[in-house]
């Protein structure tokens, strides 16, 4: 198993900024992507943004130029910087991490994990 402890959230007037941090810990062999989604009620998760083991960035284009994803492959931890945020950034942030777990080629396995959530409110 594979959990992923999310930090950072809280309250933030617009125009403001806010980081998050995401922990993945358990039996990880290997992560392929990490990344960021975002839910508020009434509405389905969306993507936020993600980063590959290779690099790779990708983001939603409400966000782009504004928020900045980057992991830190050797801690298993990945962050968004979220800066000139909006009241429309208020949502409940998940992290996402896809991956194998397993540390004997026994006992390999594919995973698909996701943190708890943690709330981000925007004041106008």
């Known amino acids: 198993q594979v959990q992923l402890v999310e930090s950072g959230g809280g309250l933030a007037q617009a125009g403001g900024s806010l980081r998050l941090s995401c922990a993945a810990s358990g039996s990880i062999y290997t992560i392929h992507v990490m990344g960021w989604y975002r839910q508020t009620p009434g509405k389905q998760r969306e993507l936020v943004a993600t980063a590959s083991s290779g690099g790779t960035t990708n983001y939603a284009d409400s966000v782009k130029g504004r928020f900045t994803i980057s992991r830190d492959s050797a801690k298993n931890t990945v962050y968004l910087q979220m800066n000139s945020l909006k009241p429309e950034d208020t949502a409940v942030y998940y992290c996402?991490?896809?991956?194998?777990?397993?540390?004997?080629?026994?006992?390999?396995?594919?995973?698909?994990?996701w943190g708890q959530g943690t709330q981000v409110t925007v004041s106008s």
């Open positions: 996402n991490a896809g991956g194998e777990s397993g540390m004997s080629i026994f006992s390999r396995r594919n995973f698909n994990s």
